[in-house]
T-cell receptor
């Protein structure tokens, strides 16, 4: 089955710096890659997603890149702010008859001001 | 519009008991998935339902089961509870299986 590795497990940056979180997946059939942000005690929230027919997607300060050949995808956050501090999860799935999101272990991002 | 609603928010059960958790998806969403979240294992997929049919199942023992009703509401049941079942159980819904999933706030289950 699918396996998703996520690195780093913790990331500390200064406000205004950029943050990059990387994930690799094992199943070349995966075609949907969402990113979720989970603040302490709250639900995971979808922040951006990308499908396998797209190499890059951007939404304001957040961007995701996908390299299908290498089977890895990355989350880029620019101009980080303290409110970006949270746990970020990547996931991969194969849409066939139904979707099972397979998550990475998460990255705890701390942005200090 | 109302989000994904999970009830109850907290549960304390004794080993050997069974428990039923409920999830009401966003209106119009027909795909409902369940996940178990623990500090050690992270977010793990349990199962996914679409139009009352289970279409995917994760690698969990048969003690974990679920169902979906005609109004898309879903329940999951855990029988013969073990201490290791203590976790946050999250439900997520989507319009279709290939759209982004919206998570509920979860049910925190503690088994003592």
């Amino acid at each position: 089955g699918e396996n998703v590795e996520q690195h780093p497990s913790t990331l500390s940056v200064q406000e205004g710096d950029s943050a990059v979180i990387k994930c690799t997946y094992s199943d070349s059939a995966s075609n949907y890659f969402p990113w979720y942000k989970q603040e302490l005690g709250k639900r995971p929230q979808l922040i951006i997603d990308i499908r396998s027919n797209v190499g890059e997607k951007k939404d304001q300060r957040i961007a995701v890149t996908l390299n299908k050949t290498a089977k890895h995808f990355s989350l880029h956050i620019t101009e980080t702010q303290p409110e970006d501090s949270a746990v970020y999860f990547c996931a991969a799935s194969i849409y066939q008859a139904g979707t099972a999101l397979i998550f990475g272990k998460g990255t705890t991002l701390s942005v200090s001001s | 519009k109302a989000g994904v609603t999970q009830t109850p928010r907290y549960l304390i059960k004794t080993r050997g008991q069974q428990v039923t958790l409920s999830c009401s998806p966003i209106s119009g969403h027909r795909s409902v998935s369940w996940y178990q979240q623990t500090p050690g294992q992270g977010l793990q997929f349990l199962f996914e339902y679409f139009s009352e049919t289970q279409r995917n199942k994760g690698n969990f023992p048969g003690r974990f089961s679920g169902r979906q009703f005609s109004n898309s509401r879903s329940e999951m049941n855990v029988s013969t509870l073990e201490l290791g079942d203590s976790a946050l159980y999250l439900c997520a819904s989507s319009l279709e299986s290939d759209h982004g999933y919206t998570f509920g706030s979860g049910t925190r289950l503690t088994v003592v």
